[in-house]
């Protein structure tokens, strides 16, 4: 958990739509199963930042490797931005500011516009290494209205390979079979006929009835159309010209929208469309130098959900095409509504034929890919195509650009000039491997001063993501040296670094006040007394009342599974979520707008950014959630219930409360005090004890260790 937190680890993207990460889970599941394993530091930091640029042995490696690489690319983006280098270079800077504290301990970011104005980090450093981030691909393309992440096919073992590879080519044959069936759907349908939009089924709105901005010229030439002709943008005024429909619909439901157009050789390949629907707004691209699938005259742009009379429409661009673009109609069909037999003028067998195969193609496809295996996903990055050196931006904005700068990394940490980063690759690897090394002055000492905040509550360096001029000093420098030293001696085992700090002294010590000459315990003369955080006040809970599921691993979003996370009503699963799982808390969904109730109040770690070391606040939210939060009377009532059934005798059931939830037996006067409680109260014994199991979760000892 503490890792996760320096991971900035969430399962969504933040913002006001904000985009669900459905596989996030394994990136999580791979920071457990690493720690478990007591996985080698500098094998933990390459698979995070290159793990899809090393060899995998075996496809299990593989696997682990690539759900790694999620790292990069689970950071608090705002997919909607609509100038796509800027977003491309916010989310460069977000990984380099992450990468810079994580591993470093350095505020990177602070050089994107200027100088590091206290440490040694000139701008030419940040963008050397943003040209490493610059040959990576993080978002999947730069031209949707909406940008989604990248996502990867993961490989099985043996024989469940061979049979997601034969399902998959069986997939693809269907597909290509359904191509070309459609295609003859296309070519029986030409009749070269106009047909009136009243003719076909559904809503059809005609060119003449959608609102134009820009010169269109009318045309009638080519096969056939709907209406009186279609719009023709004349290959010109790129970015200038539009066509929106907007439709009127008679009750709220699912609409299957499609596109009628006029398809040549010289006309566009990427046109772009835009749909505002009930769940946000999907962009789709219409290569218009194909026939049209649909009875030679409209293409499928999805199926969407819209309200009646709501605020949607479909937009026709454009923008950044290249030939001539034509719009022809709209089509809107209830997704509920029975097929409706073809509108072609006069008898088409041909056509007709061919429109069935397509069905039963379909329908044979829709079967095979819900009863067959299908392959698993993860979030990850990939090296770009275009491996470049990147330019500095002059104040940081990225249209205002100065000299170009070699990828590299930070020259203050060489003593000779490094040599040159690879021509074919980002760079990834060989960061990997500078900030991996045991020549790099930051990396092991800022991790074992990591795992001495969580042991200890504080660092010996208190700043724990801060070692740059504007961070404290450590208390003890040579104790920060040994430690170092051993961790590298030991391979980066954190197990080995764990217990041998908790074999110390210092480790074993009683927590007592603070001394007047060191109120902090900076000397570390006694422990500090330290609150639970707040998955441990959960799940010590959960555990006291019996309703821990002590399942490990896998997803834990309820609907995650069947839904596209690039789609807008994904946010509707954050919005709408109702926390009601008991598993362990590391696994409960980390959702960046909605958090678990109890999360927030007791200082869960900001998600939106690395966090080494959370607040430990004392505030009255705190006493109200534990005084008055249906989550704590419903544990206390199961935890009354278990006790109830297992101890008949009072006082052994008191003792075994106060050993269940406080470690201890209670003390002679708490005993006396529980006594007069329990004789004196009217409810029944289920309510009693669930009020003073309550009591034990809301009192000191529960929350706070020595």
Not at 5 to 24: H, I, M, N, P, Y
Not at 363 to 384: H, I, Q, Y
Request: glycine share 6%.
């Amino acid at each position: 958990r503490h890792w996760l937190d320096v991971a900035r680890f969430a399962e969504s993207s933040g913002g006001g739509r904000t985009l669900l990460f459905k596989d996030a889970w394994r990136y999580r599941d791979y920071v457990i199963d690493a720690f478990n394993a007591d996985t080698p530091f500098p094998q933990f930091v390459r698979e995070q930042l290159a793990g899809d640029l090393l060899p995998a042995p075996t496809p299990t490696d593989r696997r682990r490797q690539i759900a790694a690489t999620a790292f990069l690319a689970l950071g608090p983006t705002n997919y909607e931005e609509q100038d796509k280098q800027q977003l491309r270079f916010d989310v460069i800077d977000e990984q380099i500011e992450t990468v810079g504290r994580a591993f470093l301990g350095q505020t990177l970011g602070c050089a994107r516009c200027h100088d590091h104005k206290f440490d040694p980090v000139p701008q030419k450093d940040y963008y050397a290494l943003a040209g490493v981030f610059a040959s990576t691909r993080t978002l999947f393309n730069y031209t949707d209205n909406v940008a989604r992440w990248i996502t990867f096919p993961l490989p099985e073992e043996g024989p469940k390979e061979e049979a997601l590879k034969l399902q998959e080519d069986r997939l693809s044959d269907l597909r290509k079979r359904i191509a070309t069936a459609q295609a003859a759907v296309a070519a029986a349908s030409k009749t070269g006929v106009p047909i009136a939009a009243s003719q076909l089924p559904g809503i059809v709105l005609d060119d003449s009835d959608a609102k134009v901005v820009g010169t269109w010229k009318k045309l009638t030439s080519g096969s056939s159309f709907v209406g009186s002709g279609y719009l023709s943008d004349e290959n010109s005024g790129k970015g200038e010209k539009t066509v929106t429909f907007t439709p009127v619909l008679p009750k709220a439901g699912r609409y299957e929208i499609r596109l009628a157009y006029t398809h040549a050789a010289g006309r566009a390949k990427n046109v772009r469309v835009n749909i505002l629907h009930a769940d946000g707004e999907d962009t789709v691209f219409v290569d218009q130098t194909e026939p049209a699938p649909i009875e030679g005259r409209f293409v499928s742009l999805g199926k969407f959900r819209f309200e009646q009379d709501g605020a949607g429409y479909v937009l026709v661009s454009n923008e950044n095409t290249s030939g001539s673009v034509t719009v022809d109609a709209l089509q809107i069909i209830d997704e509920n509504a029975p097929p409706a037999p073809s509108a072609e003028p006069g008898a088409n067998k041909p056509a007709a034929l061919a429109k069935n195969t397509v069905k039963e193609l379909e329908a044979e496809l829709k079967k095979l890919a819900k009863e067959g295996p299908s392959r698993e996903f993860t979030m990850t990055v990939a090296d770009d195509d275009n491996v470049l050196d990147t330019q500095v931006r002059i104040r940081g904005i990225e249209r205002q650009r100065g000299e170009s700068v070699p990828r590299g990394f930070l020259q203050v940490t060489f003593q000779q000039p490094p040599s040159a980063l690879p021509a074919n690759s980002s760079g990834r690897r060989e960061l990997a491997d500078w900030i991996a090394s045991s020549e790099n002055p930051l990396t092991a000492r800022v991790q074992v001063n990591r795992a001495w905040n969580w042991l200890f509550g504080a660092g010996l360096v208190r700043t724990v993501d801060n070692f740059g001029t504007t961070g404290e000093k450590p208390t003890h420098p040579e104790l920060l040296d040994y430690l170092a030293s051993r961790f590298l001696e030991e391979g980066g085992s954190w197990k080995k670094l764990i217990r041998e700090i908790v074999l110390s002294r210092a480790w074993q010590q009683t927590a007592t006040a603070g001394s007047e000459t060191d109120p902090d315990n900076r000397l570390i003369a006694h422990a500090n007394r330290r609150r639970l955080d707040a998955e441990q006040i959960r799940d010590s809970i959960l555990s006291a009342s019996g309703g821990l599921d002590p399942r490990f691993g896998g997803s834990n979003i309820a609907g995650a599974g069947d839904i596209d996370a690039n789609n807008f009503s994904a946010q509707n699963i954050e919005y709408n979520y109702v926390y009601t799982d008991v598993r362990r808390s590391v696994y409960t969904p980390a959702f960046r707008n909605k958090r678990l109730e109890l999360f927030e109040v007791f200082d869960f770690g900001n998600i939106n950014q690395p966090v080494g070391q959370r607040n430990s606040s004392t505030v009255a939210p705190q006493a109200l959630f534990l005084l008055n939060h249906p989550f704590l009377l419903e544990q206390s009532r199961l935890a009354a219930q278990t006790a109830l059934k297992a101890t008949p005798s009072p006082q052994e059931r008191l003792q075994a409360a106060y050993r269940q939830v406080l470690g201890r037996p209670p003390s002679a006067k708490e005993t006396a005090i529980c006594n007069r409680f329990l004789a004196g109260a009217p409810e029944p014994d289920a309510e009693v004890w669930a009020q003073l199991y309550q009591m034990l979760f809301a009192s000191l000892d529960f929350r706070y260790i020595d």
